[in-house]
């Protein structure tokens, strides 16, 4: 038996190889083949836009996939959205689907779209965005360069944005946030009623989110002397309990630590400070709490 795993083609793709690499799998994909290979014989994988992920999940064509929770809701699709994978082609933050319009133009907020032209690639989304608004307006599917359509071919448009950077280059502007959403890991249902295949998924997030939470987190290695233990320990943050070993020399101790890399700055100097000697920061490619 095989997992068969939908890997998203396109923007996404290589950040989630490297997911999946620092998680323990290592994909390997060609040019010519949609159908990358993986260093696990249990699963099979292929590559598939997330635009049209949900639906082959849905259909069982494929057991999971990885798509953005827009994608679902686009296709209004019946998966099982089994966890959220935050992280995408910038940064690791949410994205989100946004109402732009010409910067210092008549369009302020939803309610000026009234008859207006809007040009986008979720046109199921947009329809029910202005429904719940109260808004009647043309909707227009976007096949790419959405951004360069106004004011021209459109009066305004819901695109996805990471850091508004390329919105703000056309001089456009945010009018209102129609969706947030990030990547999940979804399931066809008869995946989850599988005990085979819901066991193996499960593996797999657990080494997936392993791998996303130690993008935060640094191992650090330390020697100190016995008698200063204590001020060491109180440097570290409350929910830490440091590993601590005893050394040839009964003077002095080897403490290990798991810390977030916003706190390690801080406390490095002040371990100096304190006598410790032979400190190592260095990365992790997995943490499990």
């Given amino acids: 038996m095989k997992l068969r795993v939908g890997i998203p083609k396109g923007s996404l793709q290589d950040a989630t190889i490297d997911l999946f690499k620092n998680a323990g799998y290592k994909i390997s994909t060609s040019s010519r083949s949609y159908f990358p290979t993986i260093d696990d014989p249990e699963i099979e994988c292929m590559l598939i836009r997330a635009q049209e ?10 057991d999971i996939g990885i798509t953005g929770h827009d994608w679902v809701v686009e296709n ?3 998966v099982i959205e089994m966890t959220e994978l935050q992280y995408a082609k910038v940064t690791f933050n949410k994205v ?23 040009a986008t690639e979720v046109v199921n989304l947009s329809k029910k965005y202005l429904a719940d608004n109260g808004v009647s307006a043309n909707v227009e599917y976007s096949y790419g360069a959405t951004e360069v359509k106004v004011p021209h071919l459109a009066d305004a448009i819901i695109e996805i944005t990471e850091t508004g950077s390329s919105l703000r280059a056309n001089n456009l502007e945010i009018i209102d946030t129609v969706l947030e ?24 997030i657990m080494l997936l989110q392993s791998a996303l939470e130690s993008r935060n987190r640094v191992g ?13 320990i109180k440097l570290l943050p409350p929910a830490k309990v440091p590993t601590i ?30 006598g410790a000697q032979g400190i190592v920061e260095f990365p992790l490619s997995k943490f499990i709490e």
């Fill in 96 to 118: 989100r689907w946004v109402l732009a319009a010409k910067q210092g133009g008549n369009i302020k907020s939803v309610k000026d779209l009234e008859g207006k032209t809007i």
């Fill in 245 to 274: 070993s005893s050394l040839m020399d009964d003077g002095w101790v080897d403490i290990f630590v798991v810390l977030r890399k916003n706190v390690v700055r801080d406390i490095i100097p002040a371990l100096k400070d304190l």
């Fill in 53 to 62: 992920m949900a639906r082959y999940v849905e259909s069982g064509i494929l």
């Fill in 76 to 78: 209004g699709a019946d």
């Fill in 181 to 204: 959403t990030t990547t999940v890991l979804i399931a066809n249902q008869d995946t989850v009623a599988d005990e085979w295949k819901k066991n193996k998924v499960e593996r797999l």
């Fill in 220 to 232: 650090v290695m330390l020697n100190v002397k016995r008698e200063k233990l204590d001020e060491v």
